[in-house]
């Protein structure tokens, strides 16, 4: 009897080892693979979508650098144009701007650009005449005999007249300058009568 029962307990131990040893490991072990191949998905689709942000933001400077780049070569080509005498026309809606400058003057470059950058506020004011003089004997002169007529004896370029205002010389970063020849233009363009020495100056010349 102590026999038979001694048999049953170790088939059953052996029944239970099977149950416990076989099928339960195999269920885990698949679970870990489901589990770290969901890891592993989850940690690619991470590091792509940050490769990804790293592409568009380094494409996005690489285009921000390229405009910027554009834009500085443009600004660099800005001179301005070679007039003479013979261009300027009587104006009783806009100031009229006389500028004498240099061709491959920098200061004369800079104040072109400072004309240019700030066109969408000014170009419906103003009518801008400019007069190169370093290759132009004839604008040369034409300088001397205004600035002298203003009681001047110009000295360089960049010379400019607006109104009854004269400016010799600009330096890119004089802001105060920079100010002021803005507001002497919205002040003349907003005086019902226009100051134009040039047409005083021309009068003296019939």
Not at 25 to 37: C, E, F, G
Not at 61 to 69: A, T
Not at 75 to 83: D, G
Not at 125 to 146: G, H, Q
């Amino acid at each position: 009897m102590v026999n038979c029962i001694t048999q049953v307990n170790i088939s059953m131990q052996n029944k239970i080892q099977v149950n416990l040893n076989t099928p339960f490991p195999q269920k885990t072990k698949k679970r870990i693979i489901l589990s770290l191949i969901s890891v592993i998905v989850i940690i690619l689709s991470v590091i792509l979508y940050f490769m990804s942000s790293n592409m568009n933001q380094v494409k996005t400077h690489q285009e921000e650098n390229k405009q910027n780049q554009t834009s500085k070569n443009t600004q660099a080509n800005i001179e301005f144009s070679k007039m003479t005498e013979k261009d300027i026309k009587s104006s009783k809606n806009k100031v009229n701007i006389y500028i004498f400058w240099g061709d491959g003057c920098p200061h004369c470059k800079h104040l072109a650009q400072f004309f240019d950058s700030n066109k969408s506020e000014l170009k419906d004011k103003m009518n801008l005449y400019t007069f190169e003089v370093w290759k132009d004997s004839t604008n040369l002169k034409f300088m001397k005999d205004f600035g002298k007529f203003l009681g001047e004896t110009p000295q360089g370029v960049p010379y400019m007249i607006i109104g009854d205002k004269t400016f010799s010389g600009f330096a890119e970063s004089d802001k105060k300058t920079k100010d002021e020849i803005i507001n002497f233009i919205k002040q003349g363009y907003q005086n019902s009568s226009k100051i134009d020495k040039y047409q005083e100056y021309k009068a003296t010349k019939q």
